[in-house]
């Protein structure tokens, strides 16, 4: 089926992907912040004297479905560009052979898996150190502090002047899947960036960025232990009706203190950690890193507002004090900052990456006469 003069039009249009090769510095940097925050993790859990686990099966369930949502990403780029070039929406086995070859060549494959890799592995060392802070500070909290700062500035307590001016039904419900959306946003999100970045080097950099918030993160939980307003303060939340957070909080709960009963018991951990808010700082690098990326205009006014929303939900429902979520804003700019130095990423235009030279570059025995090729 032959594509409408629109479609072609619209497909001749669009501007060119750098098919560049990726810098080892770029690829190796996932790896370098895995493996500090793994070291970090394994030395926290040695000193609070239990096992380093695998909560909720991060580093085989989870990884195994973002490597499925990547691989069909990658069949449907194959499709889509295949259908593209062809002008066609049923491409020839052929065409899409000719562009898997040209676009997924093996150094792509090895920096997508070592991006992904690396993230999950972060994110399970994080969960390690989240789950041992009370057993490293016990008995430290800073809920009664952090309210009382919030309260002066505020001439109250934010989560009630947010209760008295939304109001409580539907609009806790919508708050409640806001803040469980973030759950499926960052790996959603992670498995786009890899595989449909125009430069891979900036997919590279942004999956290094969320990687860097777990380890500030958990560096802020040490800092400052704190439970939240609804754990430290339950009264003040009472009033909602039950939602998907509120079923999580209780589940979260009953956690911890299972955990605090006996921290060595078998799948043993707990989640509560206040301050920072690592949700805030996730979205927040997302929302900064698509402005780097040169992403389009309605995604990045998308992006501001779900990180605005992901705000009102974390203090309506008792999550996180406000100065958690200014907390979170600075962690997601400090991970944004490392993730460049590490991977040494800047936006550049096809034109000019394609006239750079290729010094400091994976090898690519298979490149073509023009360089880094299609």
């Given at each position: 089926m032959v594509l409408p003069s629109c479609y072609r039009s619209v497909a001749i249009s669009v501007e060119p992907d750098i098919f560049e090769v990726p810098r080892w510095r770029s690829v190796?940097?996932?790896?370098?912040?895995?493996?500090?925050?793994?070291?970090?993790?394994?030395?926290?859990?040695?000193?609070?004297?239990?096992?380093?686990?695998?909560?909720?099966?991060?580093?085989?369930?989870?990884?195994?479905?973002?490597?499925?949502?990547?691989?069909?990403?990658?069949?449907?780029?194959?499709?889509?560009?295949?259908?593209?070039?062809?002008?066609?929406?049923?491409?020839?086995?052929?065409?899409?052979?000719?562009?898997?070859?040209?676009?997924?060549?093996?150094?792509?494959?090895?920096?997508?898996?070592?991006?992904?890799?690396?993230?999950?592995?972060?994110?399970?060392a994080y969960r390690n150190l989240k789950s041992v802070v009370p057993l490293l500070r016990p008995g430290e909290l800073f809920d009664r502090q952090l309210a009382e700062f919030e309260r002066g500035l505020f001439g109250g307590d934010p989560a009630a002047l947010l209760h008295s001016l939304l109001g409580v039904g539907?609009?806790?419900?919508?708050l409640s899947v806001v803040y469980v959306l973030y759950l499926f946003f960052v790996p959603v999100s992670l498995a786009l960036a890899m595989?449909?970045?125009?430069?891979?080097?900036?997919?590279?950099?942004?999956?290094?960025?969320?990687?860097?918030?777990?380890?500030?993160?958990?560096?802020?939980?040490?800092?400052?232990?704190a439970l939240g307003p609804v754990y430290a303060t339950p009264a003040s939340f009472a009033d909602l009706p039950a939602s998907g957070a509120s079923s999580l909080q209780n589940l979260l709960l009953d956690q911890r203190l299972n955990f605090l009963a006996d921290p060595v018991a078998s799948g043993a951990?707990?989640?509560?950690?206040?301050?920072?808010?690592?949700?805030?700082?996730?979205?927040?690098?997302?929302?900064?890193?698509?402005?780097?990326?040169?992403?389009?205009?309605?995604?990045?006014?998308?992006?501001?507002?779900?990180?605005?929303?992901?705000?009102?939900?974390?203090?309506?429902?008792?999550?996180?004090?406000?100065?958690?979520?200014?907390?979170?804003?600075?962690?997601?700019?400090?991970?944004l900052a490392l993730a460049r130095v590490l991977t040494g990423y800047r936006r550049r235009s096809p034109r000019t990456a394609h006239a750079e030279g290729q010094a400091d570059v994976m090898p690519a025995p298979e490149q073509s006469a023009v360089g880094a090729g299609v």
């Open positions: 190796l940097a996932g790896p370098v912040v895995a493996a500090v925050t793994l070291s970090a993790a394994l030395l926290a859990t040695q000193s609070a004297g239990v096992p380093l686990r695998d909560p909720d099966g991060v580093a085989g369930r989870r990884l195994m479905w973002v490597v499925l949502l990547v691989v069909v990403l990658v069949a449907l780029d194959v499709v889509v560009r295949a259908g593209r070039r062809t002008a066609t929406l049923t491409p020839s086995r052929a065409a899409m052979q000719s562009v898997r070859r040209e676009r997924w060549r093996w150094y792509r494959g090895v920096a997508v898996a070592s991006a992904l890799v690396s993230f999950y592995v972060s994110y399970l539907l609009q806790t419900q919508f595989v449909f970045s125009r430069d891979l080097r900036g997919g590279l950099f942004y999956a290094t960025a969320l990687s860097m918030n777990w380890p500030l993160g958990a560096a802020s939980y040490l800092l400052v232990p951990a707990q989640s509560i950690a206040a301050f920072a808010s690592v949700h805030v700082s996730m979205i927040f690098t997302a929302a900064v890193a698509a402005h780097l990326l040169g992403l389009a205009r309605q995604l990045r006014i998308g992006l501001w507002v779900l990180l605005a929303l992901t705000i009102a939900a974390t203090i309506y429902l008792g999550w996180h004090y406000v100065v958690d979520d200014v907390a979170g804003i600075f962690i997601g700019l400090l991970a």
